[in-house]
Structure formats: structure tokens, C-alpha cells
């Protein structure tokens, strides 16, 4: 995004008390719900404060939108996908906006094409550039509350675009970037967890978590923040808190430094959408290598963990880990190297999933990953990759061992 970049000064002065507010799906599921989200922001308007609120689709809607288009087409043009998927929040906003007027409330609706949110890159995966303010800023100066839909811009050739499966909260972060102001994320739980309360009910809500720790859980599978957002704000430093829109309890600040360094790990996340691709056999040369992730590129398959093992006579086994969604892709590229490489023997594993733990503490104690390691052991199930990064480590692991590894290392770690 092309902002300019601000300081913490900035952003605590702001001097119009303005606020950026997001309520996800499930907050604005029903009438209902849509009633207690306009309930909520008078109240907050009531203390002074200008409100921004960007919402997503109701409920389920996005998935309903996306069943009907592979219904009518198997691969549905994308620039027509962001199409449909743009109208769930179109819903939304509008809804919000009546509620609130019946409420004796004044609020505007916008789109993100009409507030101005442009945007780059391909359909489906657009990033926000740039948004301009000046119908935001008109609204809030004639009292309005303004409601954004999340999620959608509009590109430099005029198409509606969407930002990626739960990029609302990006549409967020980047308005509150533009603001100068805060932003709570309001979901369906009461902040950021060590771990997903789903997959680990006994699971612990943390205070404070940095950017950097959130920025891996995000990208690692920890689908309570889309990943864009948390880089957004931490480019730009912007206050984030991430909090229940039913139970009023303190959320979670994700902030540049947290106070997370006691504990060695902060958090966990388990990635369902991983295949594993092995290729034995193949001539130790690393123009070959080369010539094997070229073609990945090529095809726009995003490869995650690589492993490579020693020669031995000459040949070598590759191992990496692609996203699910690249599977056509993939198995046309494998197809190809294949063919150049006939002695090469390829195995796409379907069943496996990516666990990581992450914890910025993790650089001030040592024996983080022999205690992962153990936890894991102690389970008697094969690991089939790793990596690590200075405040990660990763794992590939069997499907079938998932709920197994995700409470041994929860429990282990207290998250
Ligand atoms: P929204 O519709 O409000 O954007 P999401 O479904 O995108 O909500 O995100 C909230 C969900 O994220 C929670 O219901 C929870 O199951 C899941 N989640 C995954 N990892 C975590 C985590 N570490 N902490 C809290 N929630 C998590
Ligand atoms: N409605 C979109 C989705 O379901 C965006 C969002 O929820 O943030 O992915
Ligand atoms: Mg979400």
C-alpha cells in the first residue's frame, strides 16, 4: 500500500477520536446479530467517537456464493467469481446501514469500488494500494457512520476485485492505516488463543501478541487474522485489537513488542491445505533442482517446505509442500519434469498437514525444538519435514495424527 508511513505519535493523538471497527460473518449472521452490531456502534458513537465500520458477509454466504458458481461452472472465471463474491458484503453493509437508521442512527453505505479501495494483482488474491478518504472523511464530517464492505476494491481496468478469503480484515487494518486510528476486529471469539479453541477447547487468550508472532501464526493457519492485514499493520504500526462482538471482555492488542518473551512458545497453528511432494531419484545436480522450482514458479504453485537429502551414487530425494489449491498446476508441472527425468519416480501426498509452533521467546531459550521434538515422539507417528525460522518451527505430519500432536504440544507447551 502507498501510504505514508506513521508514527505511534500519530496514531495515539488522533485528534477526531475516529475508530475503525470490523464484525466478521458470524457476528453478522443474522438480523439478530446485525441488530446487536448497530447497538454497539451507537453506543460507541455515543461516547464521541467517529466511527468506520467494515463488515463481511453474513454468516455462511461467501461459501453459499461459491458453491453456486463451481454449480453452474467447474473453473469459473475468476474476474466473474470476485463478481459474485463481492455482492455477500454488499448485502451487509446495506442491512447495517437500515438497522441502524431505524435505530434513529444516520449511517452511509459503501462498496469498496465506491469508497475508493484500489487494488493490484490477480482476482481472488487482489492487495489494497490505495484508498482514498475523501467520501469517508465527507460522511464522518456530516455525522454519518460510515460501513465499508470488506474484502473488495476495484482494480486500474475498473473490475470488482476481492482480497483473498477472509480479507476483510485487511479492508480493515488498511483503512485504519489511512485514518490514522485504531482498529478492533470484532469476531466470534474473545481474542487471539494459543491455539484455535476448536481444535483445543482448554486453550489460553493471550493479552498481547506481536505482530511478528501473529504474522506467522496467520500465514501458518491460524485463520482468526488474514495474514495481509497483520503485515499491513505492522508496516504501519497501527493498534490492533482483536475481541468478542457478543461477550464484552478484554480482546487481544497485537503490537509491535509483546510481552511474550517469558514463555517460550506463544502459539500454534495447524495448516490443513498442504500436499507433500516427494521426487526420488533425481541426478544430483543443482541445475536440475533449479530447473524443477523454475517450472513451479512458472505455473504459480507457491512451494513451503523444501528438504533435500544427501547424494548417494549421484541421486538425490526432493521433498516440498505446496497449498491444495495448486493442484492442477502442480500435477501438470510434476507430469513435465517427470518426462524430462524418467528415472525420477514422483509421490503427491494428499493426507498430510503443516504444525507449527511460534513464540518469540523461543530466541532466548534454548531447547524449544528438542522439547517439540519429544512431545511429538512420545505420539509415535512419522514427521515428515521440517522447518524452522528464528521464532518457528514447522512440521509436516500425517492427517491422521493431527488431534494426537495438536494436544500433546498444547499441553506440553501450555498454550
Ligand atoms: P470472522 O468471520 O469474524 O472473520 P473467522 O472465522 O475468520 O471470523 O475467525 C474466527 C475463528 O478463528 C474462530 O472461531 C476460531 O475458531 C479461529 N481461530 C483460528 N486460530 C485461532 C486462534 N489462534 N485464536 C482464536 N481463534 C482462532
Ligand atoms: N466474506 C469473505 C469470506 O468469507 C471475507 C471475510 O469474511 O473476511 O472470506
Ligand atoms: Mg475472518
Known amino acids: 500500500m502507498v501510504l505514508r508511513k506513521k508514527s505511534r505519535q500519530t496514531q495515539r493523538e488522533n485528534p477526531m477520536n475516529t475508530i475503525v471497527q470490523k464484525y466478521g460473518g458470524t457476528s453478522m449472521g443474522t438480523i439478530d446479530r446485525i441488530k446487536n452490531v448497530a447497538r454497539r456502534i451507537i453506543a460507541k458513537k455515543e461516547q464521541g467517537n467517529r466511527m468506520v465500520v467494515v463488515v463481511s458477509a453474513m454468516g455462511k454466504s461467501t461459501d453459499q456464493l461459491v458453491a453456486m458458481a463451481y454449480a453452474i461452472n467447474d473453473r469459473p472465471p475468476k474476474r466473474e467469481m470476485d463478481m459474485l463474491l463481492a455482492t455477500g458484503e454488499q448485502v451487509s453493509i446495506s442491512m447495517l446501514s437500515m438497522a441502524l437508521a431505524e435505530m434513529g442512527q444516520k449511517a452511509i453505505s459503501f462498496t469498496g469500488p465506491q469508497v475508493g479501495i484500489k487494488t493490484k494483482g490477480v482476482h481472488g488474491r487482489a492487495r489494497i ?14 455525522d454519518s457512520v460510515v460501513i465499508v464492505a470488506g474484502f473488495q476494491g476495484v482494480n486500474e481496468n475498473d473490475d470488482i476485485t476481492t482480497l483473498g478469503r477472509g480479507g476483510s480484515d485487511t479492508s480493515a487494518v488498511a483503512l485504519s492505516c489511512v485514518l490514522h486510528c485504531p482498529c478492533e476486529i470484532y469476531t466470534d471469539v474473545d481474542g487471539i488463543y494459543g491455539v484455535d479453541p476448536r481444535l483445543y477447547p482448554p486453550a489460553k487468550k493471550l493479552d498481547v501478541v506481536s505482530y511478528d508472532e501473529m504474522l506467522e501464526m496467520a500465514s501458518l493457519g491460524a485463520g482468526v487474522m488474514h495474514t495481509r492485514s497483520i503485515e499491513l499493520g505492522r508496516k504501519y504500526n497501527a493498534d490492533i485489537t482483536v475481541a468478542s462482538s457478543i461477550h464484552d471482555v478484554p480482546g487481544t492488542l497485537i503490537t509491535a513488542s509483546a510481552a511474550a518473551t517469558q514463555k517460550p512458545i506463544t502459539g ?10 516427494s521426487i526420488k531419484n533425481v541426478p544430483y545436480d543443482v541445475n536440475i533442482s533449479a530447473r524443477l522450482f523454475s517450472a513451479l514458479a512458472a505455473a504459480g504453485i507457491n512451494v ?6 544427501s547424494p548417494i551414487a549421484d541421486r538425490m530425494h526432493i521433498s516440498f509442500s505446496a497449498s491444495h489449491d495448486d493442484i492442477d498446476a502442480l500435477e501438470k508441472a510434476l507430469a513435465e519434469f517427470q518426462a524430462a527425468y524418467p ?11 503443516k504444525m507449527s509452533v511460534v513464540g518469540s521467546g523461543m530466541k532466548a531459550h534454548p531447547g524449544v525444538a528438542s522439547k517439540f521434538f519429544r512431545l511429538l515422539s512420545a505420539q509415535h507417528f512419522p514427521i515428515l519435514m521440517v522447518t524452522t525460522s528464528d521464532i518457528r518451527i514447522s512440521c509436516m505430519i500425517p492427517a491422521e495424527a493431527r488431534e494426537r500432536a495438536v494436544m500433546a504440544v498444547a499441553d506440553g507447551f501450555e498454550l
Do not use: F, G, P
Open 129 to 142: 494500494m490505495d484508498i482514498d478518504t475523501t467520501k469517508i472523511t465527507q460522511a464522518l464530517a456530516d
Open 268 to 277: 500454534m497453528a495447524v495448516y490443513n491445505d498442504e500436499m507433500m511432494v
Open 304 to 309: 513451503d517446505m523444501i528438504s533435500q537429502t
Open 343 to 353: 528415472q525420477t519416480a514422483v509421490d503427491l501426498r494428499e493426507d498430510a498437514v
